[in-house]
């Protein structure tokens, strides 16, 4: 996973192919508000080229949804309402009303990370791992090296592996894979998964 050690411009274009596979549909949506900043137009055009939606834990809003004359133009949420996140006219990302210090292109990168980690096809999640196991398991996997993949908690971070993204620490053990044969490597350690995607 290369394309996310250090976020680039181009992290995002980058990323969907790897995880998700070439694209399977050949149209880009229909037109864009004009005043729609242009990580976001980015979005939409890579996102619209899968049938499978990048979003499938939180809710991005269709373009045609986004307040944009609003202060805080939110456009990423919880599917309950909650966790909302916006930008403003200088393209900062805000949770929940304060500002999060990072730009909207980068952020938009952290959602497809964020996604593809939290609504896998194939994963496996367990949120209790003994400190000295989950040590041992994320010392076997490459951390992510850019600061974005620490935030909002230092203690929980992401790592890959050319078929894994995983979200560790303070106990949680969160991994997706592109595809199911790489989930075995997680097989030898004993733990009872709250979630595994084979059962």
């Given amino acids: ?17 790897r995880w998700y596979g070439p694209p399977d ?9 004009a005043s729609l900043p242009s990580p976001l137009v980015e979005w939409y055009r890579l996102a619209s080229r899968w049938s499978l939606p990048i979003c499938r834990d939180h809710v991005l809003r269709p373009a045609a949804e986004l307040d944009l004359g609003a202060d805080l133009v939110e456009f990423w949420s919880a599917d309950d309402g909650s966790d909302r996140y916006a930008y403003d006219a200088s393209e900062q990302v805000f949770e929940d009303g304060v500002a ?9 990168v952290y959602i497809a990370v964020f996604e593809a980690a939290y609504a896998p096809i194939h994963g496996l999640v367990h949120l209790d791992v ?6 041992e398991i994320t010392g076997r996997l490459l951390p992510l090296a850019d600061p974005l993949w620490c935030w909002p908690d230092p203690a929980v971070r992401y790592f890959a592996d050319d078929d894994l993204l995983v979200h560790a620490g303070a106990g949680r053990l969160v991994v997706s894979a592109r595809h199911r044969d790489a989930l075995g490597r997680f097989d030898g350690y004993g ?8 059962t």
């Fill in 1 to 17: 996973m290369f394309e996310l050690d250090v976020v680039e411009d181009d992290s995002l274009a980058r990323f969907l192919p």
């Fill in 25 to 33: 549909r050949a149209v880009a949506p229909a037109s864009l508000p």
């Fill in 100 to 108: 999060t210090g990072i730009p909207l292109r980068r952020f938009l």
């Fill in 130 to 135: 003994r400190p000295d196991l989950l040590a």
């Fill in 191 to 198: 733990l009872a998964w709250a979630w595994d995607s084979r």
